[in-house]
């Protein structure tokens, strides 16, 4: 099997890899799939990611981000190759080392992938964040009313129903979703990556960064950037910031509501990995005011 091959008979890439036709290498693929190195038989490699009880349309929903994302011109996103029910095939990438350079162009890059815009909140696809689906049905807005209602009350009640959150804590977030209008810095929807923490940074060995997994959607431009300084941070953030606004300078107040957008994801990880996220949340929304 070559590239050629793949791109023209994927539905046989399962066959191949049960009768070891194919040398399989595993790489990391961080917490939720089994990934691998594939090398084919012209010499090139591909990254396969598996997922063996993946929802309906969960690779799918990848592929579409990546092909939007790709299609802005911007920040280099990997090319789908293979999309099946349980596994997705992306071009190779090779890993490289964090560079102040590389972060610059990054921030320059990402401000022009979110300058590309959405035509709606939301996606034309059905999406996942980690293993959870994600509401992408197409939304006009105003930006506040729709990221209450899609990206924070849904795990929310997820995090609520699995124990995740005390009723205390449900109301405690909800208090600052009662008045999240008050927050500001409302724009018309960006062309998001969507779960834009730093292990979705892929650092290159062509000198750029690359996006990887994203749970991609026509969202606020401040989200996928405050995400970025979660988890410890992205390598050089400053730099990528710096480099961001010099192309397409954020609205007054944007520092301020960094805690508002980092409460999405948090809330996701409370829904999936339960309470040892509880604390992150928590301090979240009394730093959000």
Known sequence: MDLAYLRAHPQHLPTFLTHQRIRETPVSGGSICTASRLTLDDGSSVFMKTLPDAGPGFFAAEAAGLTWL???????????????????????????????????????????????????????????????????????????EWFAERRLRPYLRISADRGALSAADVALVERLLSRIGEYGGSEPPARTHGDLWPGNLLWAADGRVWLVDPAAHGGHRETDLALLALFGGAPHLDRILAAYREVWPLADGWQERVPLHQLYLLLVHTAMFGAAYRDSVISTVRAAG
């Open 70 to 144: 790709r299609g802005a011109g911007a920040v280099p996103v990997p090319e789908p190759i293979a999309v099946l029910d349980e596994m997705l095939v992306l071009e190779w990438v090779d890993p490289g080392e964090p560079s102040p350079a590389a972060a610059e162009r990054f921030g320059r890059e990402l401000a022009a992938m979110h300058r590309a815009g959405a035509p709606a909140f939301g996606a034309e696809w059905p999406g996942y964040i980690g293993r959870l689906p994600l509401d992408n049905t197409p939304s006009p807005g105003p930006w506040h």
